[in-house]
C-alpha cells in the first residue's frame, strides 16, 4: 500500500518549528564519497527536528525530517541509519511526526558521480524498497485516493526514466485480481454506495494504469466492457480522471512544488 507523505519546503518548516526550538546541533554524518550533515533542533515537545544537506561544493540539497523518541545528545547514530548508500546512489530516508497535518516523508535519492551530486528524484513511502535490481520505485499518487500503483523506473543519463513494461509487470497481479472482479460484476439498479464504490474502484485503477503504462488494447477492452454498464456520472467521473493520466510520466512532473 502507498503511503502518501510528502517532502516539505525548508524555510515553512523550520518556521512552523521554531517556537519549539530549545537547542540545536550540527553533525557530519558522512564525509565520502560525499559529505552529508545534519542540523539536529530540539523539539519542546520531544523528539527532533532534522535539515540533512548532502553537500555539492558550495551548494548543499536538504531534505527535511521530524523523528520522535530521540534527542539531539543521541541522534547520530539514528540519523546515520536514514542514510543508505548503494554506489553510485546516496539515499536519504525523510520521516515526520506521526502527529503531523503534513505529507513529510519518503526517501530523496542522489547519484553521485563524477564529483558530482545530482538529486535524481524524492520519492513517497511505498512497501517496495526505493533501489532494488538496478530499479528505482516509486508510488504513483497524482491521483490521491482514487488511483495508485507501483511505478518502476530507470537511471538513464542522470535522469528517471519510466519503465513502462517493469510497471505492468510490477502490478500485474493486482491487474488480474481487479479485472477478474470487473468480468464477474454487473453493476444493479439497487446496488448500495459500498458496492458501486468497490466496482468502480477496481475499474479506475484498472483503466489509470493501463493508459500509464500505454497499454492501449487492455485499456480499450476495459472500456468496452464497463462504458455500458456505468451511469452517467461514473462515466464522467472515469473520463475526468483518465484525462489527467500522462503515460509515463515521472512523478517530479506532478510534484514540483516540492
Same mark, same amino acid.
Given at each position: 500500500?502507498?503511503?502518501?507523505?510528502?517532502?516539505?519546503?525548508?524555510?515553512?518548516l523550520?518556521?512552523?518549528?521554531?517556537?519549539?526550538?530549545?537547542?540545536a546541533?550540527?553533525?557530519?554524518?558522512m564525509d565520502?564519497?560525499?559529505?552529508?550533515?545534519a542540523?539536529?533542533?530540539?523539539?519542546?515537545?520531544g523528539g527532533v527536528? @532534522?535539515?540533512?544537506?548532502v553537500? $555539492?561544493?558550495?551548494?548543499?540539497?536538504?531534505?527535511?525530517s521530524?523523528? *520522535? +523518541?530521540?534527542? #539531539?545528545?543521541?541522534?547520530?547514530?539514528?540519523l546515520?541509519?536514514?542514510?543508505?548508500?548503494y554506489?553510485?546512489y546516496?539515499?536519504?530516508?525523510?520521516?515526520?511526526?506521526?502527529n503531523?497535518?503534513r505529507r513529510?516523508?519518503g526517501?530523496?535519492?542522489f547519484k553521485?558521480?563524477?564529483?558530482?551530486?545530482?538529486?535524481?528524484?524524492?520519492?513517497?513511502?511505498?512497501?517496495n524498497p526505493?533501489?532494488?535490481?538496478g530499479?528505482f520505485y516509486?508510488?504513483?499518487d497524482?491521483?490521491?485516493?482514487?488511483?495508485?500503483f507501483?511505478i @518502476?523506473m530507470?537511471?538513464?543519463? $542522470?535522469?528517471l526514466?519510466?519503465?513502462?513494461?517493469?510497471?505492468?509487470? *510490477? +502490478?500485474?497481479? #493486482?491487474?488480474r485480481?481487479?479485472?477478474a472482479?470487473i468480468?464477474?460484476t454487473?453493476?444493479?439498479?439497487?446496488?448500495?454506495?459500498?458496492?458501486w464504490?468497490e466496482y468502480?474502484?477496481?475499474?479506475l485503477?484498472n483503466?489509470a494504469?493501463?493508459?500509464?503504462?500505454?497499454r492501449?488494447?487492455e485499456?480499450?477492452q476495459l472500456m468496452s466492457?464497463?462504458?455500458?454498464l456505468?451511469?452517467?456520472?461514473h462515466?464522467?467521473?472515469?473520463a475526468d480522471?483518465?484525462?489527467?493520466v500522462?503515460?509515463?510520466?515521472v512523478?517530479?512532473?506532478?510534484?514540483?512544488?516540492?
Open positions: 500500500m502507498i503511503r502518501k507523505w510528502w517532502f516539505v519546503p525548508v524555510v515553512p523550520l518556521l512552523s518549528l521554531a517556537a519549539g526550538m530549545v537547542r546541533d550540527e553533525l557530519t554524518l565520502t564519497p560525499v559529505k552529508v550533515t542540523t539536529v533542533h530540539a523539539l519542546e515537545e527536528a @532534522v535539515r540533512f544537506a553537500h $555539492n561544493g558550495p551548494i548543499a540539497h536538504l531534505v527535511n521530524i523523528l *520522535s +523518541n530521540i534527542t #539531539v545528545d543521541n541522534a547520530a547514530p539514528v546515520r541509519e536514514q542514510l543508505h548508500w554506489a553510485p546516496l539515499i536519504v530516508h525523510s520521516s515526520c511526526s506521526i503531523s497535518v513529510c516523508g526517501d530523496v535519492v553521485i558521480a563524477d564529483k558530482q551530486v545530482t538529486r535524481l528524484g524524492d520519492f513517497i513511502t511505498t512497501d526505493v533501489f532494488s535490481n530499479h516509486d508510488g504513483y497524482k491521483l490521491g485516493e482514487r488511483a495508485q507501483t @518502476v530507470n537511471d538513464v543519463s $542522470n535522469q526514466q519510466v519503465d513502462a513494461d517493469a510497471t505492468w509487470s *510490477s +502490478n500485474a497481479a #493486482v491487474w485480481i481487479r479485472a472482479h468480468a464477474s454487473s453493476p444493479a439498479p439497487d446496488w448500495s454506495d459500498a458496492e464504490q468502480f474502484d477496481a475499474v485503477n483503466a494504469l493501463a493508459r500509464y503504462c500505454n492501449m488494447d485499456l480499450n466492457r464497463v462504458n455500458p456505468l451511469d452517467a456520472e462515466r464522467r467521473l472515469l480522471t483518465l484525462s489527467r500522462i503515460p509515463l510520466e512523478p517530479k512532473q506532478w510534484r514540483k512544488a516540492f
